[in-house]
């Protein structure tokens, strides 16, 4: 389990609402309070147009439960990050298949300029220019990928 500032304990469900996990006394008692919160959020989900629900948080006055992923989380509310709490990073799809595609793309070039006659006809160093810049965006284009923040709530 990942720590984030404010940790106290968790506790990790199955679908059925069983405790899997915990590191905390009363850990059946929260699985209860978790079940009933996804039911009733699920049904208002539904009720809004929308398939079911990604997660909940329940804010206390001294400590607050977020529920996100099949993981209840228990924070300190004094102590906790908030940001770091509700937010992850995550890879931007789009960006991560065009970057793989265009490092595909640049080796089979490095290939066809190393090993075969297919790209004589360039100068020696002109045939590794195209597949060189390919390369840098490919991994510019990876790199990227994981660089925006996706709310986990």
Do not use: C
Not at 28 to 34: G, P, R, T, V
Not at 106 to 116: H, K, M
């Amino acid at each position: 389990m990942r720590r984030v500032k404010g940790y106290i304990g968790h506790v990790k469900i199955d679908k059925e609402g069983k405790v899997v996990e915990s590191n905390v006394n009363n850990a059946e008692e929260i699985a209860k309070i978790l079940k009933f919160n996804v039911e009733k959020g699920n049904q208002e989900a539904k009720e809004l147009g929308f398939n079911k629900i990604n997660g909940f948080a329940m804010f206390g006055s001294t400590k607050s439960l977020t529920f996100m992923k099949d993981t209840a989380l228990l924070v300190d509310n004094k102590k906790a990050d908030w940001q770091e709490l509700f937010t992850t990073y995550t890879y931007v799809k789009s960006w991560l298949i065009g970057g793989i595609a265009l490092l595909v793309l640049s080796l089979i070039l490095y290939y066809l300029a190393i090993f075969t006659s297919y790209m004589d006809y360039f100068a020696p160093e002109p045939r590794f220019y195209t597949p060189t810049i390919l390369l840098l965006i490919s991994i510019f284009m990876i790199v990227l990928s994981k660089s925006k923040y996706s709310y986990r709530l």
